[in-house]
């Protein structure tokens, strides 16, 4: 299995600022998903990151909001752009790695955001 | 449209009883499923996965079952122990590749 790393694990922004998110992987993965989890609810895919090219964003999710980059396999940022308090949640990064059973995902621990 | 239904409500059982969780899909025709776990405070981590083509899957003190003509897993858990207290995700592949959605989540209370 791989190991994720996310950083900040938390943060308290005002309103109209951005935060970026980091994620690390201790080995090459495959695929790499940014997940926003907001209070009592499930997770809800943001977008599938990239290795080298532009992110592949879910209906209701926009780049100009949350440009995601992934420089390398292992490796990827998420920011949050012009922040209000409905963005208040936890965000996933999520990894299918090269190796293990197929198609199963391993989490971060999460990086829990409050917009004041 | 595609949705996954979980139990909402908390299930309470009592040590060493059996827990029983319940994933509904509709519109959906996966080729598989999984269960997850995930504590308070951190991301959910890979329990199960059971493909279209198998009917029961066992890992130690779990064991899932895959009925895609009810479009139903149940998800067990014997001899429950308060460390099994979590909520447990149901997920399905949407169609994209190693793309997943995830159900709400049921929150298991395991009483000593």
């Known amino acids: 299995s791989a190991v994720i790393s996310q950083k900040p694990s938390r943060d308290i922004c005002q309103r109209g600022t951005s935060l970026t998110i980091q994620c690390q992987v201790d080995?090459?993965?495959?695929?790499m998903f940014w997940y926003r989890q907001q209070p009592g609810q499930s997770l809800t895919l943001i977008a599938t990151a990239n290795q080298g090219s532009e992110a592949t964003y879910e209906s209701g999710f926009v780049i100009d909001k949350f440009p995601i980059s992934r420089p390398n396999l292992t490796f990827s940022t998420l920011t949050v752009s012009n922040m209000s308090p409905e963005d208040s949640s936890i965000y996933l990064c999520s990894v299918t790695p090269t190796s293990g059973i197929p198609d199963t995902q391993y989490f971060g621990p999460g990086t829990r955001l409050t917009v004041l | 449209s595609q949705k996954i239904e979980q139990n909402s409500e908390a299930l309470n059982i009592q040590e060493g009883k059996t827990a029983t969780l319940t994933c509904n899909y509709t519109?959906?025709?996966?080729?598989?499923l999984q269960w997850y776990r995930q504590d308070p405070g951190r991301g959910p981590v890979f329990l199960l996965l059971i493909r279209e083509n198998e009917k029961e899957k066992r890992k130690e003190r779990l064991k899932v079952t895959f009925d895609t003509t009810l479009k139903q897993s149940l998800f067990h858990i014997t001899a429950s122990q308060p460390a099994d207290s979590a909520t447990y995700l149901c997920a399905l592949n949407s169609g994209g590749y190693q793309k997943v959605t995830f159900g709400t989540g049921t929150k298991l209370q395991v009483i000593p």
């Open positions: 519109n959906y025709s996966p080729a598989y």
């Open positions: 080995s090459q993965v495959t695929m």
